[in-house]
């Protein structure tokens, strides 16, 4: 089966490092770019940036470049979206999307809440 | 960066309407236009590429039209299962900019 998984939910103090993952499987994950998309509580989908697994060539939004860091390995098809230090206002949905002809497949999504 | 405007925000209509939702790109993007449905506390899911592509499985009642700035979703006849938040995004370069969304509501 063609998916995205992404890692589970996660609960974060402020200040704290994260790093959650979104694995392919059922086609060739080098092929397509990844793309990370965040969705804040009741609010739109915001497109945060882009990766190619194959050669890890990285596209930020300018209002997310900075704030986190997008990596893959392609060994284990996975990427990834990190932060080194969480803020409250990084609670959100964090959606990874297969970027074929336009965004053709979504992970499950994890949602990050930071809370002291 | 080229800008994506939805309208309206929110609509209501009734069942077997014909409901129509219009995205404006701030700049050309040729037909880089993808538009995204939305149900409540779900995953986003591709209904339309290349401005007027149905996705597979996509209900034919679905359809796209535009070029250029201006573009259009249409359902043809609403059906309950319709109510969702709509997306518009351009994805022909970064910015993937997504529109800030259109909320359906049934009558």
């Known amino acids: 089966e063609v998916q995205l998984v992404q890692s589970g939910a996660e609960v974060k103090k402020p200040g704290e490092s994260l790093k959650i993952s979104c694995r392919g499987s059922?086609?060739?994950?080098?092929?397509?770019?990844i793309a990370w998309v965040r969705q804040m509580p009741g609010k739109g989908l915001e497109w945060m940036g882009i990766?190619?697994?194959?050669?890890?060539?990285?596209r930020y939004s300018p209002s997310f470049r900075g704030q986190v860091t997008i990596s893959a390995d392609k060994s284990i098809s996975t990427a990834y979206l990190q932060w080194s230090s969480l803020k409250a206002s990084d609670s959100a949905m964090y959606y990874c999307?297969?970027?074929?002809?336009?965004?053709?497949?979504w992970g499950q999504g994890t949602m990050v809440t930071v809370s002291s | 960066d080229i800008q994506m405007t939805q309208s309206p925000s929110s609509l209501s209509a009734s069942v077997g309407d014909r409901v129509t939702i219009t995205c404006r790109a701030s700049?050309?993007?040729?037909?880089?236009l993808a538009w995204y449905q939305q149900k409540p506390r779900k995953v986003p899911k591709l209904l339309i590429y290349?401005?007027?592509t149905l996705q597979s499985g996509v209900p034919s009642r679905f359809s796209g039209s535009g070029s250029g700035t201006d573009f259009t979703l249409t359902i043809s006849s609403l059906q309950p299962e319709d109510v969702a938040t709509y997306y518009c995004q351009k994805y022909n370069s970064a910015p993937f900019t997504f529109g800030q969304g259109t909320r359906l509501e049934i009558k």
């Open positions: 990766i190619s697994p194959g050669d890890s060539d990285i």
């Open positions: 059922g086609y060739s994950f080098t092929s397509y770019w």
């Open positions: 700049q050309g993007i040729s037909h880089y």
């Open positions: 290349a401005a007027s």
């Open positions: 999307a297969r970027r074929g002809d336009a965004f053709d497949m």
